[in-house]
């Protein structure tokens, strides 16, 4: 070999060493291990992704305001996790999806009356947790007016959870625990929703109204019908949709079939003389006075009025026909032009009504997979 050609050669190979060293030292530094394309197994959250939120096309423009809390697929798993844990409550043991179940509307279905901590009774029965988006106010009395104020009034409730929400942050920050069925780490969760492993009490009511926002109901056969399918309803339930616009609709209005009033509709006063609307405003003309209830998912959430005294809708509408109680509040649309009180409907109207009321029940909202239990259990 010429003197020339080795050298050459020699230099060549001192290059291609130099490349080869250089392309190690980009692999460590990468700490891809010599693979580019493996991920990092537990990558530093960027920040928790925005999550759209859809509002029904023929329903009203929200009461809640996404621009103070927009909505997260981090932000609402969190709520999501916080709404079934029993670790809101002082057993630990009754979460907010106890006595709000999925499968009745987020009812408490077949109970009078909610049971709390230590398996005591409510004075009231629980109401349904869906479209909260368009409430302005909350419960049967209305004595809250934000939806993030909502988990507060069940977590200081001595026979709901009986819980301060000083002790449940103590109790999230401590997790995830051993003996839990799901060892939630709620601080990772915090910091994946909020870029921090901060916990606090404005975080907690954020996310759970959150998740709250997203239970949404509007797939029902009436829904369906006024998109447009014109076959969605049968020719009965189209009956009881015009008796209902006649007889039930001046209470019972828009899409979201409740006006949001308080009224009087002429129920005896029950065991503990419950007042209603009276007992926060004080106000003489709000006695016996409670909020108009949604009627979407009526058929799943039996049983009805504010202390569930009524297990069907037939007798719901006997009582508006033929048993209501004369009172000074009772409100005007039901008193009837002979000086009798009541809702004029006959046997026949009453069962094309309901056929209607069932219409309004939505399959998909009840088994939406991302509304479910988590299985997170009680926490501790």
Not at 90 to 104: A, E, F, K, L, M
Not at 164 to 190: G, W
Request: glycine residues 8%.
């Amino acid at each position: 070999m010429k003197k020339m050609d080795h050298d050459v050669l020699k230099k060549a190979g001192i290059i291609w060493c130099t490349v080869l060293l250089c392309i190690q030292l980009l692999l460590s530094c990468s700490g891809s291990g010599g693979n580019t394309n493996e991920p990092d197994p537990d990558p530093e959250p960027t920040g928790p992704t925005a999550l759209r939120w859809v509002k029904p096309a023929h329903f009203p423009d929200p009461v809640y305001d996404l621009g103070k809390n927009p909505l997260t697929i981090e932000g609402v798993l969190l709520g999501k996790f916080l709404f079934y844990d029993g670790i809101l409550s002082r057993t630990n043991v009754i979460g907010c999806g106890t006595c709000h179940q999925q499968q009745s509307a987020f009812t408490h279905h077949g109970h009078e009356l909610s049971h709390g901590v230590d398996d005591l009774l409510g004075i009231r029965n629980a109401p349904a947790v869906q479209n909260m988006a368009w409430n302005p106010s909350f419960f049967w009395d209305g004595n809250t007016h934000a939806l993030d104020s909502v988990p507060l009034n069940a977590i200081q409730n001595k026979v709901e959870l009986d819980e301060t929400m000083d002790n449940i942050l103590l109790k999230l920050r401590a997790t995830p625990v051993k003996n839990s069925k799901v060892p939630v780490d709620y601080p990772k969760m915090f910091k994946a929703a909020y870029g921090t492993t901060e916990i606090t009490s404005e975080k907690v009511r954020l996310a759970l109204s959150q998740f709250m926002m997203t239970m949404v109901s509007a797939n029902s056969k009436y829904d369906y019908f006024v998109s447009g399918d014109a076959a969605a309803l049968n020719t009965d339930e189209k009956n009881g949709m015009a008796l209902f616009k006649q007889k039930c609709a001046s209470c019972h209005s828009g899409e979201l079939f409740t006006d949001f009033s308080y009224r009087n509709n002429g129920l005896a006063p029950n065991k503990i003389n419950d007042q209603g609307r009276f007992s926060i405003t004080k106000n003489d003309n709000d006695r016996y006075k409670f909020k108009v209830p949604s009627l979407r998912n009526i058929g799943l959430t039996a049983p009805y009025m504010h202390d569930g005294r009524f297990v069907s809708l037939e007798q719901v509408l006997d009582h508006y026909s033929d048993n209501m109680q004369p009172s000074a509040t009772l409100d005007e649309v039901f008193k009837l032009s002979n000086g009798k009180v009541g809702v004029s409907l006959t046997a026949a109207e009453k069962q094309s009504i309901i056929l209607f009321l069932r219409a309004l029940g939505d399959d998909q909202f009840i088994r939406n997979a991302e509304l479910s239990d988590p299985g997170v259990g009680n926490a501790l």
